[in-house]
């Protein structure tokens, strides 16, 4: 079985920092691209970035470009989200989904992720 598990959400402040983490079970994580995305209440889930399972590839919303990375161990079987510059409106419930095995690349589109987590929460206060 499946399963996409993140977690390191929490409430900050506005210009503090925060890594969100995800791992996976049941899947060959060198081969799956990863990505992360967002739904802050009463929005649609927006996408925020992505990395390849080569790890060669990577994007970014643009309203993260510039204070998310996005990086990836594939002998831990994780995937990280690192957060600079946290603003109120980076709150939302942040998902991690992982892909088919072997996508080429990775896509901010979630049609191209097959497997997702429950979500974990991240809080921004000004």
């Known amino acids: 079985q499946v399963q996409v598990v993140e977690s390191g959400g929490a409430s900050v402040k506005a210009g503090e920092p925060l890594t969100l983490s995800c791992t996976t079970f049941?899947?060959?994580?060198?081969?799956?691209?990863m990505a992360w995305f967002r739904q802050a209440p009463g929005k649609r889930r927006e996408s925020v970035s992505c990395?390849?399972?080569?790890?060669?590839?990577?994007f970014y919303a643009d309203s993260v470009k510039g204070r998310f990375t996005v990086s990836r161990d594939n002998a831990k079987n994780m995937v990280y989200l690192q957060m600079n510059n946290l603003k109120p409106e980076d709150t939302a419930v942040y998902y991690c989904?992982?892909?088919?095995?072997?996508?080429?690349?990775?896509?901010?589109?979630?049609?191209?992720?097959?497997?997702w987590g429950q979500g974990t929460q991240v809080t921004v206060s000004s």
């Open positions: 990395i390849s399972w080569t790890e060669v590839t990577t």
């Open positions: 049941g899947l060959t994580f060198e081969q799956t691209s």
């Open positions: 989904a992982a892909s088919p095995p072997a996508m080429r690349g990775c896509t901010l589109h979630p049609s191209g992720y097959k497997y």
